[in-house]
């Protein structure tokens, strides 16, 4: 069984101040808008791929905004990372994955 904190996560702590949690009611209205920005300049960028520094560069989005936004569509499969290779991590291997400048590199699925 899903659960369903995993889908949705909490966007404010519980010590978080009003205006904190009063901004999270408010993320529904906005992060489908953002996604399709995201997605606009992913598939824009075509082969090439986009980071979240592309989508701020081609949009009014930040970096910020667009991480949050090409992790969760990454999570739901609308776009993905390509793996290279494995390297050794403190716990055994761990995926690497293309980076352009430090960053993630998304493509359409």
């Known amino acids: 069984m899903i659960q369903l904190s995993l889908l949705d996560p ?3 702590r519980r ?6 949690h009063a901004a999270a009611d408010r993320t529904h209205k906005f992060a489908a808008n953002h ?19 592309d989508v701020a560069a081609y949009s009014r989005l930040d970096d910020v905004q ?5 992790s969760a ?9 390509i793996q290279i290779g494995w390297k050794d991590g403190k716990r055994g291997p761990v995926p690497v994955f293309v ?3 430090g ?5 359409r699925t």
């Open 66 to 70: 667009a991480n949050r936004r090409l």
């Open 99 to 101: 980076e352009r400048y």
């Open 73 to 81: 569509m990454g999570a739901r499969g609308l776009i993905a990372r």
């Open 103 to 107: 960053c993630a590199v998304w493509w």
């Open 15 to 20: 010590t978080d101040p009003a205006t904190s």
């Open 10 to 12: 909490p966007r404010a």
């Open 35 to 53: 996604e399709a920005i995201c997605f606009g300049v992913i598939a824009d960028m075509g082969a090439r791929g986009a980071t979240a520094k």
